[in-house]
């Protein structure tokens, strides 16, 4: 704990999950003072096809989203 899951559209190599995965896990480090040893960070590419179901199954009647993104399509993120 705590374990950070990011999803995006698109594949990013592996040395951008590592940099990003590094951030994060820094920024939960120092604003939640957990220790590195207990922080996982998942980052996984998905296709625009995957998309929506991301969408419909994780985020749209989230309560627990932080921040809301500003699209209600998830096939043309208007």
Known sequence: MPHID???VGNPSDQQKKVVAEKI??????EFGKARKYISVS????????????????????????????????????
Not at 25 to 30: L, Q, S, T
Not at 44 to 64: A, H, L, T
């Open 43 to 78: 980052i996984e590419g998905k296709s625009f096809d995957e998309w929506s179901e991301v969408y419909y199954s994780e985020i749209k009647d989230n309560k627990n989203i932080v921040i809301k993104p500003q699209y209600t399509n998830p096939r043309t993120f208007q």
């Open 6 to 8: 990011v999803k995006l």
């Open 25 to 30: 896990a820094k920024i939960i480090e120092d």
